[in-house]
Nanobody, 124 residues
Framework: QLQLVESGGGLVQPGGSLRLSCAAS????????ISWFRQVPGKERKGVLCITSSGVITNYAESVKGRFTISTDNAKDTVYLQMNSLKPEDTAAYYC?????????????????WGQGTQVTVSS
């Protein structure tokens, strides 16, 4: 069973940067998809960026284009979310999620495995 553990959240000033990590273990398939979602209290969880095992990237959030990037370190089985030029509206709990397959999907219900989440707060 795939297990995901996020880290790297915290408090950062507007304009700052953070890198979130999603360490994965327990792969049983060579084809998988890892997505980053974020959730603000009282609102639904929304997809941010996704990467497949073949390296195909999909951006779900127009608001993060040019500021956030997703990448993998296959040697460490870790997916990163690099967040630059952070804004207060990026404040949320960030989750990584995984599913078997070849294609990125934006619907959270399609993901079988979730990390515990990490809080990102952008504030001066």
């Amino acid at each position: 069973q795939l297990q995901l553990v996020e880290s790297g959240g915290g408090l950062v000033q507007p304009g700052g940067s953070l890198r979130l990590s999603c360490a994965a273990s327990g792969f049983t398939s060579d084809s998988y998809v890892i997505s980053w979602f974020r959730q603000v209290p009282g609102k639904e969880r929304k997809g941010v960026l996704c990467i497949t095992s073949s390296g195909v990237i999909t951006n779900y959030a127009e608001s993060v284009k040019g500021r956030f990037t997703i990448s993998t370190d296959n040697a460490k089985d870790t997916v990163y979310l690099q967040m630059n030029s952070l804004k207060p509206e990026d404040t949320a709990a960030y989750y990584c999620a995984g599913r078997r397959g070849l294609l990125c999907q934006s619907a959270e219900t399609l993901y079988d495995y979730w990390g515990q989440g990490t809080q990102v707060t952008v504030s001066s």
